[in-house]
């Protein structure tokens, strides 16, 4: 039974804690937003072509996956998450490196 308790704890403090990004990584992410393709259709706080990164964050706030789930999005493409419009595949606009430090930003916003 303690052993249960143990991991449920750690469980839930895994949760807690995931895509909480530092500072540093925050700003890592907007240096690497500010050279990428990704702002020509998105922006931090209002909605261009694609969503504002604000809402994007806020809609995966607590979501466990929210980083993987957004990964395969950007790689893949999506359409119809966030209306009409349709957001063509990433793969090879950015480094792996650069679409963490920017999926580290988005989800930073609560």
Do not use: R
Not at 49 to 76: H, I
Not at 103 to 110: C, E, N, Q, R, V
Request: aromatic residues 8%; charged residues 20%.
């Amino acid at each position: 039974m303690k052993a249960s308790w143990v991991g449920i704890a750690a469980a839930t403090a895994a949760l807690m804690f995931a895509g909480n990004a530092s500072a540093a990584d925050v700003e890592a992410g907007k240096l690497a937003f500010s050279k990428s393709v990704c702002k020509g259709c998105h922006a931090m706080d209002y909605e261009g072509y694609g969503p504002a990164f604000k809402d994007v964050g806020m809609k995966y706030a607590g979501v466990a996956t929210a980083k993987e789930d957004l990964t395969k999005k950007v790689l893949n493409g999506t359409k119809g998450t966030w209306g009409d419009n349709q957001m063509p595949p990433q793969k090879g606009a950015l480094s792996d490196e650069n679409l963490s430090a920017i999926l580290d930003m988005i989800l930073s916003f609560k």
